[in-house]
T-cell receptor, first 112, second 113 residues
Framework: EADIYQTPRYLVIGTGKKITLECSQT?????MYWYQQDPGMELHLIHY???????EKGDLSSESTVSRIRTEHFPLTLESARPSHTSQYLC???????????FGSGTRLTVV | DQQVKQNSPSLSVQEGRISILNCDYTNSMFDYFLWYKKYPAEGPTFLIS?????DKNEDGRFTVFLNKSAKHLSLHIVPSQPGDSAVYFC????????????FGKGTKLSVIP
């Protein structure tokens, strides 16, 4: 079944560690997105990609980076995690306008 | 500046009654609107959408109404069921720009059995 997968689901790490949040989709979508969401708040776009080797920063400033070497894979990396990075990170993909986004289950990151 | 506003953080409704979730937007360039449902520790799932050329779209128990002049849309769920208890996000985008959804803060719906 076509879907979008995020790993890990939960992660607790120490300050200063480097982490990569994985996101993969099997739907062949060109468009992929990373959102950050805190409880009770809206989803904020932090990165997006419209195809291989295309990445852009979103509206919310983020210290993370992304890469898009393959259509199906859109990992997000934090070089040095800090407590302010504690949040839920949601990956999504889309076939384009009118098709909506398909979201992964999210990664709940806690930096201690 | 928040372009998509959901002013009610929470809503409680009795099972079987109608749930009405509201959403206002400020960007007149938005021409496509979506509702997503989110359970705790899960990603949002698409529920229903509406294009600005329509004022109503219906899918089973879910109906979305759009009032362009008021820049307001609402999601009606009838009859409400306990399984509908979740956070509902309103989202919008402009077809004239890049395809990026702008989300509201969400409304937590509790359906009481």
């Amino acid at each position: 079944e076509a879907d979008i997968y995020q790993t890990p689901r939960y992660l607790v790490i120490g300050t200063g560690k480097k982490i990569t949040l994985e996101c993969s989709q099997t739907m062949g979508h060109d468009k992929m997105y990373w959102y950050q969401q805190d409880p009770g708040m809206e989803l904020h776009l932090i990165h997006y990609s419209y195809g291989v080797n295309s990445t852009e920063k979103g509206d919310l400033s983020s210290e993370s980076t992304v890469s898009r070497i393959r259509t199906e894979h859109f990992p997000l990396t934090l070089e040095s995690a800090r407590p302010s990075h504690t949040s839920q990170y949601l990956c999504a993909s889309s076939a384009g306008e009118g098709y909506g986004y398909t979201f992964g289950s999210g990664t709940r990151l806690t930096v201690v | 500046d928040q372009q998509v506003k959901q002013n009610s953080p929470s809503l409680s409704v009795q099972e079987g009654r109608i749930s009405i979730l509201n959403c206002d937007y400020t960007n007149s360039m938005f021409d496509y609107f979506l509702w997503y449902k989110k359970y705790p520790a899960e990603g949002p799932t698409f529920l229903i959408s509406i294009s600005s050329i329509k004022d109503k779209n219906e899918d089973g128990r879910f109906t979305v109404f759009l009032n362009k002049s008021a820049k307001h849309l609402s999601l009606h769920i009838v009859p409400s069921q306990p399984g509908d208890s979740a956070v509902y996000f309103c989202a919008a985008y402009s077809g004239a720009g890049s395809y990026q959804l702008t989300f509201g803060k969400g409304t937590k719906l509790s359906v009481i059995p």
